[in-house]
């Protein structure tokens, strides 16, 4: 009797263990992708604050010395902003 139920415990153990095991496996699986992907964001978003201090320096360059083909260029870029849409 006390053989099978150290078996029956024993048992239970190893599959905790596989089942544990397996779960973080997915989950270290998961993270990585989380991190790859905030990774990314984070350059896209690195990307965007960069151009739009850009688009203020030219702009502000603008007011202090006008410039006709500058102010052209800055609306058509204005005209053309996307708007921002949050992925999925």
């Known amino acids: 009797m006390t053989n099978l139920v150290l078996t029956f415990v024993l048992g239970a153990l190893i599959f905790l263990d596989v ?8 989950q270290n699986i998961s993270l990585h992708t989380l991190q790859y992907q905030a990774a990314q964001d984070q350059f896209e978003l690195n990307n965007i604050q960069q151009t739009e201090a850009l688009a203020r320096d030219v702009s502000d360059f603008n007011n ?9 260029i800055l609306q058509t870029a204005q005209a053309q902003q996307p708007t921002t ?3 999925p």
């Open 64 to 72: 202090k010395k006008p410039n006709p083909e500058l102010t052209r």
């Open 85 to 87: 849409t949050k992925k």
């Open 19 to 26: 089942f544990f095991a397996v779960r973080t496996i997915f």
